[in-house]
């Protein structure tokens, strides 16, 4: 049986990044869509699992919740596998689901950081727009977790002729050695599952001085260490990055 086809949802979508954690650096633009739009969805990665991204709006919920402007919550469900089966799957009945929420008007869809950087708003749209080639879309960016944790520093990210490279969480040692000759600066995203390794070849590299952990940026359980000893491989979650500045961090 084909999947059905949206031809003209009325609603618009729109993709909005909610920051790294912190409610007070969500955009104006963010702000005033998230206070009106009729439905948020939100991701999850397993069916009972909650949203980082919603409890960063919570407040601004709550505030429309005292002030009598109903809304309507939709979680979205996101696998963490790479199965492509289970992940096309995944796309067409998140899309299905938001679908049918455009056909009665507007809703957003937030994530946290930005919207477009490493996000699951990707997948919500390949599994979209086959399906509603009429689809109307607008993005709020939003700001990244790196960019919020070097704000928490307070330290220059680059600078001058200083060239960046972000890279996600999986990566093979080979490929870390080869970013960290090319680069001056090096942001290691979502690094619970290779810290030990990526520790080792910083120490091994003499950069660990010159490198920042940072976890949970801008949430209550934020913390940064600009020690790697100190952080226990089973201890580093999810939500953590590394920070590496080969030409040094400010003198303190």
Same mark, same amino acid.
């Given at each position: 049986?084909?999947?059905?086809?949206?031809?003209?949802?009325?609603?618009?979508?729109?993709?909005?990044?909610?920051?790294?954690?912190?409610?007070?650096?969500?955009?104006? =633009?963010?702000?005033?869509?998230?206070?009106?739009?009729?439905?948020?969805?939100?991701?999850?990665?397993?069916?009972?699992?909650?949203?980082?991204?919603?409890?960063?709006?919570?407040?601004?919920?709550?505030?429309?919740? *005292?002030?009598?402007?109903?809304?309507?919550?939709?979680?979205?469900?996101?696998?963490?596998?790479?199965?492509?089966?289970?992940?096309?799957?995944?796309?067409?009945?998140?899309?299905?689901?938001?679908?049918?929420?455009?056909?009665?008007?507007?809703?957003?869809?937030?994530?946290?950081?930005?919207? *477009?950087?490493?996000?699951?708003?990707?997948?919500?749209?390949?599994?979209?727009?086959?399906?509603?080639?009429? *689809?109307?879309?607008? @993005? @709020?960016?939003?700001?990244?977790?790196?960019?919020?944790?070097?704000?928490?520093?307070?330290?220059?990210?680059?600078?001058?002729?200083?060239?960046?490279?972000?890279?996600?969480?999986?990566?093979? $040692?080979?490929?870390?050695?080869?970013?960290?000759?090319?680069?001056? @600066?090096?942001?290691?995203?979502?690094?619970? =599952?290779?810290?030990?390794?990526?520790?080792?070849?910083?120490?091994?590299?003499?950069?660990?001085?010159?490198?920042?952990?940072?976890?949970?940026?801008?949430?209550?359980?934020?913390?940064?260490?600009?020690?790697?000893?100190?952080?226990?491989?089973?201890?580093?979650?999810?939500?953590? *990055?590394?920070?590496?500045?080969?030409?040094?961090?400010? $003198?303190?």
């Amino acid at each position: 049986m084909s999947a059905p086809v949206f031809l003209n949802p009325s609603g618009t979508l729109y993709g909005i990044g909610v920051g790294p954690g912190d409610p007070e650096l969500l955009t104006v =633009k963010a702000h005033r869509i998230l206070s009106e739009v009729p439905v948020l969805a939100v991701p999850t990665s397993y069916a009972d699992s909650g949203s980082l991204a919603l409890e960063v709006i919570r407040p601004l919920l709550s505030a429309r919740e *005292l002030a009598g402007r109903p809304f309507e919550v939709v979680s979205l469900l996101f696998p963490m596998t790479r199965d492509e089966e289970v992940l096309a799957n995944a796309r067409r009945q998140n899309a299905e689901i938001l679908l049918g929420a455009l056909s009665r008007g507007d809703a957003a869809f937030v994530a946290l950081g930005d919207i *477009l950087f490493y996000s699951t708003f990707g997948n919500l749209l390949a599994g979209l727009f086959p399906l509603a080639p009429a *689809l109307k879309a607008e @993005v @709020v960016p939003g700001i990244t977790a790196y960019a919020g944790a070097v704000s928490r520093l307070v330290e220059p990210l680059t600078q001058g002729s200083e060239r960046l490279a972000i890279l996600p969480a999986v990566y093979a $040692p080979e490929e870390i050695e080869k970013v960290l000759d090319l680069f001056e @600066v090096v942001v290691f995203m979502k690094i619970n =599952k290779v810290f030990s390794t990526v520790r080792e070849i910083l120490s091994r590299r003499g950069l660990l001085d010159r490198t920042v952990y940072v976890s949970f940026v801008g949430m209550p359980e934020e913390r940064i260490e600009r020690r790697l000893d100190r952080v226990a491989p089973e201890e580093v979650p999810y939500m953590s *990055l590394l920070v590496v500045r080969k030409n040094g961090w400010l $003198p303190r």
